[in-house]
Every structure is written in C-alpha cells, then in structure tokens.
C-alpha cells in the first residue's frame, strides 16, 4: 500500500476532505436547508468519495492520523445527512440489520475494554466474597441473604406478578444501560464505576450462590435473559468509555468538534441495545422465574448468545466498499 498512500495521493484527495470539512461547518452554522441544491449534491458526492478514502487510509497503519481525521468528517456528515431522514420501522430495520454491526465492529476496542473491567471487577467480587464471605454483605442486602440461607430464590415473586414486574424489569435494564452510557460525559468516570458496580455485584451474587449451594439455580435463572442483558451493559459501557474519551483525547481537534462527533457515534453504539433490553426484560418476567426444565433455559440463552454474536460480529461491507 506504500505506492498507493504516496504524498501524491494524498495531496491530491486532502483538498476532497477540506472541502467537505467546509460544507459541514456552514451546515452546522446554517443548518442544511442554507445550503444551495448544488452544495447539496456537492455534499452527497464527496460523502461517498471520502468514504472511498477512507477504506483505503485504513488498510496502511502509517496513515493512522490521515484515516481518523477522515473518520470525524464521515460522522459528522452522515450525522448531517441522515439524521434529517423520516424515521420508520423499515429504516430501524435497515438500522439494526446493516448499520449496527458495523458500528459495533468500528467500536470493538471499547468493547473489549467495557468487557475486560466488567470481568475483571466480577472476578474480584468472587475473590474477596470467597476468602471474606462477610463481604457479600456489603452488595447484597438482608433479604436476599435471607432467602439464600433458606435456599429459596429470590425471584420466585416475579411469576405472581409477571406484566407488572416485567415492565419494571424492562425500565430497570434500560436506566442502568444509559447511566452507564450517559456516565460519559463526566469523562468517563461515572461509566467506570458504574461497570465496576456491575461487575462487582455478579460476582458477589455468584459467588454468594454458590457458597450456598444454590449456583444451579442462579444461572439457570440468568441464562436466558442474561444473554442478552449483560452484553447490552458491556455495549452502554462501551459508548461511555467511547465518549470519555472523545473528552479525555480530543487529538488534533477542537474539544467540542471531538465532543460532538464522540457523542454521537455513543449514542449510536447505545441505542441498539434498546431493542435487546426489551426482549431481555419479556424473559426476565416471563421465562426465567418459571418452572420451565433448567435445560431448556440454558438451551434459549445459548442460542440467543449465539444468534447476537452473528449479528453483531458476521462480515459486513462499509459503504464504502
């Protein structure tokens, strides 16, 4: 790729990418109806083309600084372009099935992180609740102590109540998904604590379990709906982190041009976990509190588990390729 990334070529697409940095700032300053027919098309045309440059900068790593700059640009435009789009069911669909592996995939690096300290901090919880069991009190409150003592699940309640606790389940998953997420904008301090909070309290509750014998139970209960809950935490936490650090490393940029394009390219990132939390929630009320066979609840999360790891994760073509 060195031939192809020679200054040549990049002097001669740099002016492509001021031009289109130019149409983006008068579209932030004027709003997009400012601008001419022509400077529309103009703006259309150099999105597809800078796209193009991009595919290119991303295949040589010395062009790392080239193809983030590039990058920005694209998120501000298609932020520009497509956000002033009706939205639809067929356009949420088309959102979920070609946009957001792709989004994910780009991001995958504060996946990981959001990942790696969600179980880092849930192996700690296992640790010091295994060799200081009167740890556990301090995350799990008397009643739920209460109940393990007795070996009775604590979610057997749940059945009784099923819509109700169903829709409060649901507000539950989706409130701790976007503090996580929102916890960004304290440069990702609050994300930080909020996936150590998390991380922490499964490995207590875990260990808490299986300290009374009640392991079985616990993630058979958590199989089904945690297949697809958990991930959507560590995705939150990946969109926190991404924001903090848009606030922590502006780079080359004015902080509130990487401010912007980071927060939006978050909430991207989090908003695909919302159809997820649903479905999440439906099983928490309805199907893992039943008596359904412990088999059968492992069979449902290990094939939701898969089937979200390809989609998320399958080969997928940028537009620009």
């Not at 372009?81 to 957001?100: C, G, M, N, P, Q």
């Not at 556990?136 to 109940?147: D, K, Q, S, Y």
Request: one cysteine or more.
């Amino acid at each position: 790729m060195a031939h192809i990334l020679s200054n040549l070529w990049l002097s001669r697409r740099r002016p492509y990418w001021e031009r289109l940095e130019v149409l983006l700032g008068h579209a932030d300053s004027t709003g997009l109806k400012q601008l001419s027919r022509a400077e529309l098309q103009e703006l259309a045309l150099l999105y597809r083309q800078v796209a193009a440059d991009l595919s290119v900068l991303r295949q040589d790593a010395t062009s790392r600084n080239y193809a983030a700059h590039v990058n920005q640009l694209l998120a501000r435009a298609h932020h520009i372009i497509y956000s002033r789009r009706k939205t639809s069911a067929l356009s949420l669909v088309r959102f979920l099935r070609d946009e957001y592996p792709v989004i994910i995939q780009r991001n995958a690096g504060y996946v990981t992180a959001s990942l790696a300290i969600s179980v880092f901090c849930g192996l700690l919880g296992m640790i010091l609740t295994n060799t200081r069991p009167e740890f556990m009190r301090h995350f799990v409150g008397p009643e739920m102590i209460a109940t393990m003592e007795r070996h009775e699940m604590w979610t057997h309640s749940i059945v009784s109540v099923a819509p109700q606790a169903t829709s409060a389940i649901m507000t539950n998953n989706l409130t701790v998904s976007f503090m996580t997420f929102a916890g960004g904008i304290t440069f990702g301090f609050l994300t930080l604590f909020s996936l150590f909070n998390n991380g922490m309290m499964l490995g207590v509750i875990g260990a808490a379990c299986a300290h009374y014998g009640m392991s079985l139970a616990l993630w058979s209960f958590v199989a089904a709906h945690g297949s697809l809950e958990l991930p959507s935490i560590i995705i939150a936490g990946a969109a926190g982190l991404r924001l903090g650090q848009a606030m922590v490393f502006p780079g080359g940029y004015r902080w509130k041009d990487s401010v912007a394009t980071g927060g939006i390219e978050a909430t991207r990132l989090v908003s695909g976990t919302i159809p997820l939390l649903v479905i999440a929630g439906c099983l928490e009320g309805f199907f893992s509190p039943s008596a359904a066979p412990v088999w059968l609840k492992f069979t449902v999360g290990g094939l939701l588990f898969t089937l979200l790891n390809l989609w998320l994760f399958r080969p997928v073509k940028t537009p620009a390729e």
